[in-house]
């Protein structure tokens, strides 16, 4: 049964830092394109950063150069490193993985930037 846990979720001042990180219980996870997103109260569910099975990433404009995904195969977990937080940076972030035309997420974690 895949699952996608997220954690490390939080309350951070703005300017602050987290890590988010998802733990995977798939098969093969080198080989599934896995992703982070994240919903606003009344807002869609928007892509935060991508990273394939090449490692090849990909970054929505307003995260480049403060967030960075990246995946350890090994442990089977994808993380994401999020720097100079800032309030509307608040969402629920979720974990997503896709492999053979499946789609895959996790439950989600709340990460709330306020002062």
């Not at 890590?19 to 219980?25: D, E, I, K, Y």
């Not at 935060?48 to 404009?61: E, G, L, R």
């Not at 480049?64 to 629920?92: Q, S, W």
Request: glycine share 12%; hydrophobic share 30%; with cysteine.
């Amino acid at each position: 049964q895949v699952q996608l846990v997220e954690s490390g979720g939080g309350l951070v001042q703005p300017g602050g830092s987290l890590r988010l990180t998802c733990t995977a219980s798939v098969l093969d996870f080198s080989g599934w394109i896995m992703g982070w997103y994240r919903q606003a109260p009344g807002k869609p569910r928007e892509l935060v950063a991508s990273i394939s099975d090449t490692h090849k990433t990909n970054y929505a404009d307003s995260v480049k150069g403060r967030f960075t995904i990246f995946r350890d195969n090994v442990k089977d977990t994808l993380h994401l490193y999020m720097r100079n937080l800032k309030p509307e940076d608040t969402a629920v972030y979720y974990c997503r993985g896709t492999v053979g035309g499946n789609l895959y997420w996790g439950q989600g974690t709340q990460v709330t930037v306020s002062s």
